[in-house]
C-alpha cells in the first residue's frame, strides 16, 4: 500500500460506507462524475459540497490524503492541476460493479471520450439515475440515447441538477470524483 493513500477494493461505495471509511453516510445522496479534472470548478456551489477525489493506483481506486474535504473555487483550481494517473481498464471495471449505493453517476462527454466508459454502467442506472454532461453541444447524443440514457445537459447545469436530486432525496449532496482524461506538464491547458 502507498503511503498516503486508503485503498479501496474497486470503488464499491457501498463497501466503502459499510467498512466506515468515509465519513459519507446511507444518509448522502452520492453522485459519481467521471470527467475532466480541469472542469471540477463547474460543481463549486455556495455552501461547499462534499468532495471525494477517487484516483486510480495499481489497479484499484483509492482515496489519497486530504480526502473527503469540500469543494470549494481554491480546491477547484488545485484540482485542475492534480493528475492523476488513468486506466480506463480499472475505470471501465468500476463501473461495472457499481450498484445502488450510487445514487446518480455523470458522465462527462469531453468530445465524446465519455461513451466507450458509459456503455460500462450496469443497465438499470442507466435510464433513471445517471446522466451525459457536455461543454456546449452533443453531437453524440444518439449514440447515448441507444444506450438508453435519457438525461442530457450542459456542465454548468450538473450542480444544481444534483442539488435539486439530492433535495427530492432530502438528503445532502456528496460529490465523488474520477478524473477520466490524463494529463501532465506536456498536454495540460489552463482553461
Not at 468532495?51 to 486530504?66: D, E, H, K, S
Not at 442507466?126 to 456546449?136: C, E, F, K
Not at 450538473?158 to 433535495?167: F, G, H, I, M, W
Request: glycine share 4%; hydrophobic share 40%; with cysteine.
Amino acid at each position: 500500500m502507498i503511503a498516503g493513500f486508503v485503498p479501496l477494493d474497486a470503488i464499491s461505495i457501498a463497501r466503502m460506507k459499510n467498512q466506515k471509511m468515509l465519513r459519507s453516510s446511507d444518509n448522502e445522496f452520492s453522485a459519481l462524475i467521471l470527467d475532466n479534472e480541469v472542469t471540477v470548478g463547474e460543481f463549486v456551489t455556495n455552501p461547499p459540497l462534499s468532495w471525494i477525489r477517487l484516483v486510480q493506483n495499481q489497479g484499484t481506486f483509492q482515496i489519497p490524503a486530504g480526502y473527503p474535504t469540500v469543494l470549494t473555487a481554491d480546491q477547484a483550481k488545485f484540482e485542475m492541476t492534480n493528475w492523476d494517473e488513468v486506466s480506463l481498464a480499472c475505470i471501465t471495471r468500476t463501473l461495472t460493479e457499481l450498484d445502488e449505493s450510487v445514487n446518480y453517476v455523470l458522465f462527462g462527454n469531453n468530445a465524446g471520450q465519455g461513451l466507450p466508459l458509459a456503455q460500462n454502467l450496469p443497465p438499470d442506472l442507466i435510464r433513471d439515475r445517471a446522466a451525459i454532461i457536455y461543454a456546449n453541444t452533443l453531437p453524440e447524443i444518439n449514440a447515448y440515447e441507444r444506450l438508453g440514457y435519457r438525461s442530457f445537459f450542459r456542465r454548468s447545469e450538473a450542480a444544481s441538477r444534483l442539488l435539486e436530486l439530492a433535495k427530492n432525496a432530502n438528503r445532502p449532496l456528496a460529490l465523488y470524483f474520477i478524473n477520466t482524461i490524463q494529463h501532465n506538464e506536456f498536454n495540460y491547458h489552463r482553461p
